[in-house]
DNA sequence: TTGATATTGAAAACCTTTTTCAATTATAGC
DNA sequence: GCTATAATTGAAAAAGGTTTTCAATATCAA
């Protein structure tokens, strides 16, 4: 149910593969990982940099949109695209997964389990297009704020 | 099977519909309409700005944007989020419909029936969001640019 | 501990979008 | 067809957000 302790969490993965990609490991970059590894919800490079200064007191906006460039890289981190902006960042999907976005808090889960084989080819069919790629976010309020 | 050629067609539609809203009719507005009415892509408003002073030499790119604005609003185009760019612009769809798009031509195509209804619950018991909305695309390659 | 080099933040550059403003233009009413 | 009024226009400036440049600093393999 718990998970044990010694269970690597996101940030010490994050930071080792960094690491093991023969990045270097900063104090800037584990404020930042810190963050990004931890939020809820996705978050814009001026979230993250406003966040990361209460941890790293020097940390720079600059150095923000590096980072997350390379946590995108690695496969991390994706980018989402968010009503309230479309550069906001959130941890990558555990493979082929979709996410449902809070519309009043901005919190993210992924699911996974679509069933939109039978459209795909619908539509390939009826348009004449080569499907290979889908883009699906649901949208609604979470159940902290559905109760409020 | 062909529109009737008194079928008025989406150019003279939205003019008619900008007057009707207290708006006017103008030679950079007429230029802009033309444009983004007939594209069978989405497209930027630098773009627009760059096909539209073929038609009216003197068009600034201020009035693209105030115009797509207009638009917008009026419900005759909508925003599409492409790979290659957040803020491009398209004929508005036609009821509940979602987006085919080429990756090559980035030609794009409505269709409707998508089938996601029982994901949507499944993932709203699952979550414990209500859900309200939804965003789908497909990305593929059209018929034109499969035979190439 | 040291040295090669990756990384950093500040500043400048860049690019896109918005605001400001005086001149121009559409259109309703005559 | 004119005219008066108010909407619309493009240029220029301002505002935002992201990227590039660069000299100083910090990491980490040896
Ligand atoms: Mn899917
Ligand atoms: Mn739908
Ligand atoms: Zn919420
Ligand atoms: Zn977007």
Redesign the pocket.
């Known amino acids: 149910m718990t998970k044990p302790d010694n269970a690597p969490n996101l940030y010490d993965q994050w930071l080792d593969s960094?690491?093991e990609s023969?990045?270097?490991?900063?104090?800037?970059?584990r404020?930042?990982v810190e963050i990004v590894a931890n939020s809820p919800r996705a978050l814009?490079?001026?979230e993250i940099y406003d966040q990361g200064r209460a941890e790293?007191r020097?940390?720079?906006?600059?150095?923000?949109?590096?980072?997350?460039?390379?946590l995108e890289e690695l496969g991390l981190v994706q980018r989402v695209h968010h009503p309230q902006?479309?550069?906001m960042y959130l941890r990558a999907a555990d493979g082929h997964e979709h996410l449902v976005l809070c519309t009043s808090c901005g919190k993210a889960e992924y699911f996974s389990g679509d069933n939109i084989d039978k459209l795909t080819h619908a539509v390939a069919r009826k348009t004449g297009f080569e499907i290979r790629e889908h883009w699906l976010q649901l949208f609604g309020l979470c159940s902290d704020c559905k109760n409020k």
Chains 1, 2 share one sequence.
């Open positions: 960094l690491s023969g990045y270097r490991v900063t104090a800037p970059r404020a930042i814009g490079p001026l790293y020097g940390l720079g906006l600059v150095t923000v949109y590096r980072t997350l460039e390379k902006g479309c550069h």
